[in-house]
């Protein structure tokens, strides 16, 4: 006689028998539209570029938020070779041209500032490496610029003519337009995108090259839901007393500069305030920051760094230094942490990111400060200092490094029944 393994066990049946039941019907909305926005001032290569999307009476799904435009090549000029004959430069763009066009893009809610990101390039680009499978990486985010290549060097996919236009359609990477909550009405919504400039977004083998991007097109789409008045109406009577609460994940990106010369770079002070959650480091030479056209703007080489740990709060991440050897291939304590600390192990889902990529331009160390992976619930508010130390095999090269520090922290934005708006979160 068949009997249960333990008496607290509930009985159950597996839905393919539930043959009575019917699915559930949603009544809250009565239909969904994309809507379009144009720039309050003329769009201007140069920027900024400011949309404002005026008190409107729908709900904004805010995590289907994208920006359209159209980029073209213009003013490159003939070069001549060393036997004076003429020719026309190979020029491409930046990966992920469509958000790493951007260097700052400034969100507000009712003239509320509820998001400001600095260096907005490097966060597109990692969220996206990190964040993205490969099905979306490979499918959706082309039409954003983006280039799976291994090979940080190969411009093929990447290389545009003059007179050629690239069509862009790409998502915002801010984290208030990633929630699945709806935008509450009567929200006066301000979004200024400031441009990176020519020599960060285009990429040549020669110094010399004259080519500009020009920008035209640019929209704004947003997708409006209308709800039915009944359950306008019961949110606004809960507003009255319960504010409406956004809770996200904030990324912050700062830039430590590493003289030349030097063997190590001390203890360095990142935050005195609250401890992150999360932290990424990354090493890019700072003239291909600034502009230098023959190297790759995102690409970051070990540049032999041999040991690496971050200090939060007197409590040191991990307990002994990361040790690196890139010159003899022995890194892997700082490939696998990397997998490891940023949860693709627990959650199945994992950059194509392989043992000799990683020193090979995308050598990441990454550090979680929290005691667990889950990204469905806060950490405890900690005080307290957060520091980094690195340690080199050989000196830091002539102009020096920098050293790229992308770190997440909890933010909450609420609005209540008089579209006050409160954004608590880390103020870097």
Excluded at 42 to 58: E, M
Aim: hydrophobic share 40%; proline share 6%; with cysteine.
């Amino acid at each position: 006689m068949a009997k249960l393994v333990d008496k607290k066990s509930a009985p159950c049946a597996t839905a393919n028998i539930c043959l009575f039941d019917t699915p559930p019907s949603q009544v809250a909305f009565n239909k969904g539209k994309w809507m379009t926005f144009s720039p309050s001032n003329p769009v201007d290569s140069k920027g900024p570029n400011t949309f404002n999307v005026f008190d409107s009476a729908h709900f904004f799904q805010l995590n289907k938020t994208y920006l359209s435009f159209k980029l073209q090549l213009v003013g490159l000029k003939k070069m001549k070779n060393t036997a004076q004959e003429e020719f026309i430069p190979t020029v491409a763009v930046a990966n992920l041209i469509g958000s790493t066009f951007f260097n700052q893009v400034k969100l507000s809610f009712n003239n509320v500032p509820v998001y400001d990101s600095t260096h907005y390039a490097y966060k597109a680009y990692i969220q996206t490496l990190f964040g993205e499978n490969e099905d979306t990486k490979m499918g959706f985010l082309t039409a954003a610029g983006w280039d799976n290549t291994d090979d940080l060097d190969n411009m093929e996919k990447r290389v545009i003519s003059t007179g050629d236009g690239i069509d862009i359609c790409t998502p915002l990477f801010l984290e208030p337009f990633q929630t699945e909550k709806l935008l509450i009405p009567h929200i006066n919504i301000q979004l200024e995108l400031y441009r990176n400039t020519d020599h960060f977004c285009l990429e040549s083998q020669y110094a010399e090259m004259t080519g500009k991007l020009q920008i035209s097109d640019l929209k704004l789409h947003m997708r409006a839901i209308d709800v039915v008045p009944s359950a306008t109406i019961a949110l606004e009577n809960r507003l009255r007393t319960t504010p409406a609460q956004y809770p996200f994940t904030i990324s912050k990106v700062k830039m430590i500069t590493i003289p030349e010369g030097r063997m190590e770079m001390p203890f360095n002070m990142l935050y005195n305030d609250i401890l992150p959650r999360r932290i990424i480091v990354g090493l890019i030479a700072p003239d291909a920051m600034e502009g230098n056209l023959s190297k790759n703007c995102f690409t970051f080489a070990h540049h032999n760094l041999s040991e690496i740990q971050v200090d939060a709060n007197g409590t040191m991440y991990p307990p002994q230094p990361i040790k690196c050897d890139f010159a003899n291939k022995n890194y892997a304590q700082a490939f696998t942490r990397m997998y490891e600390e940023l949860g693709c192990i627990s959650n199945k889902s994992c950059p194509r990111i392989s043992y000799k990529m990683f020193r090979s331009g995308f050598a990441f160390y990454v550090f979680n400060l929290s005691p667990l992976d889950s990204t469905n619930s806060w950490e405890l508010m900690k005080n307290g200092s957060t520091q980094l130390f690195m340690r080199f095999k050989e000196k830091t090269p002539t102009g020096g490094l920098n050293a790229l520090v992308l770190s997440q922290f909890d933010g909450m934005a609420t609005i209540d029944s008089f579209r006050n708006v409160t954004v608590t979160q880390h103020r870097a």
